[in-house]
């Protein structure tokens, strides 16, 4: 079993930026994948990024390219999404989870593990 526990939600005015955090726990992740989808109110959870726990490959929804960045730190086996120039569309529960294979990485449903959420609202 794998756990996975978000923090770093809040509420940040429009330009600014947060912090997103995934702790890990259960199991090595050295072949998982470990994405960041959303869901925001009356919407379908959406996938936002994703990265290779092994090698580092990443991959984003092309609405936070340049703007959002996924990242890793292997001895803390904790996941980041950093998230700049916030916008209020951005809006949003943001989960983290995990799936042991890098295929079918924007599909909500092949994922295995799934954190609690961490709100985010990013005011105009």
Do not use: H
């Not at 259960?26 to 989808?37: I, L, N, V």
């Not at 809006?91 to 985010?120: F, H, I, P, R």
């Amino acid at each position: 079993q794998v756990q996975l526990v978000e923090s770093g939600g809040g509420l940040v005015q429009a330009g600014g930026s947060l912090r997103l955090s995934c702790a890990a726990s259960g199991r090595t992740f050295s072949s998982y994948a470990m994405g960041w989808f959303r869901q925001a109110p009356g919407k379908e959870r959406e996938f936002v990024a994703v990265i290779r726990w092994s090698g580092g490959s990443t991959y984003y929804v092309d609405s936070v390219k340049g703007r959002f960045t996924i990242s890793r730190d292997n001895a803390k086996n904790t996941m980041y999404l950093q998230m700049n120039s916030l916008k209020p569309e951005d809006t949003a529960v943001y989960y983290c989870a995990a799936k042991n294979k890098w295929s079918s990485l924007k599909s909500q449903y092949e994922y295995d593990y799934w954190g609690q959420g961490t709100q985010v609202t990013v005011s105009s």
